[in-house]
């Protein structure tokens, strides 16, 4: 974490990527983070510029159309998410310009990616007392079929700690020129339109 840092201003010429946690607005905070791709000594890293979130009560539909203006402020007009809420997201990005599209990777594969930019001191977070308590309340499990999961204490929150991770790996993905996170989805025909436009042509990817 750079200390005192609590965000950065978006810069022309940079490209940004963005990932949100959504929410119905009822228990969960609805959260955005935006990133870049950075390159030191040939190693590719990634630098959090945002992350923000609403705590419930809020109405979704106002959260969004914030959240959209945040990420066309920064010059991004594709967001990353999970499938919560089925089709809502997707319909409610869209029709304010942002495309929405499903992370191929799900939560414990997006924060096995993310923690060796932690350990190899890859990436930089912004300073958020908020952000620092959930990252260092996660805990990782390994379960009985073998696999992994990550994921947060009982009665806790890793709202924030989701979009910083999903946003942060996709930057990293995005400087190597690795674009298969943002596999989506099918989308409608001006969203995919949007799509092919800023990554070119993806194949639609469907994650049980």
Not at 4 to 22: E, K, N, Q
Not at 76 to 96: M, N, Q, S
Not at 124 to 134: F, G, I, K, V
């Amino acid at each position: 974490m750079v200390p005192g840092r609590a965000s950065l201003p978006p810069v022309s010429d940079t490209a940004y990527v963005a990932f949100v946690d959504p929410s119905g607005g009822a228990q969960d905070a609805m959260t955005l983070a935006i990133a870049h791709a950075e390159t030191t000594d040939g190693d590719v890293g990634a630098v959090l510029d945002l992350a923000t979130a609403r705590t419930p009560p809020f109405s979704p539909e106002s959260v969004v159309k914030e959240f959209c203006g945040i990420l066309k402020g920064y010059g991004v007009h594709t967001v990353v998410g999970d499938r919560y809420g089925g089709e809502w997201p997707r319909e409610a990005f869209g029709k304010r310009g942002v495309a929405y599209m499903v992370s191929e990777r799900i939560k414990s594969e997006i924060y096995a990616e993310f923690l060796p930019l932690i350990t190899s001191q890859r990436c930089d977070l912004l300073d958020l007392p908020e952000l620092r308590a959930q990252l260092t309340a996660l805990e990782r499990r390994r379960r009985a079929s073998g696999r992994d999961v990550v994921d947060h204490l009982p009665g806790a929150h890793d709202d924030l700690a989701n979009a910083v991770a999903g946003a942060l790996v996709l930057a990293a993905l995005r400087g190597t020129g690795d674009t298969g996170v943002l596999a989506c989805e099918r989308q409608p025909s001006d969203l995919q339109a949007t799509m092919i436009h800023e990554f070119g042509p993806i194949e639609p990817y469907f994650h049980e």
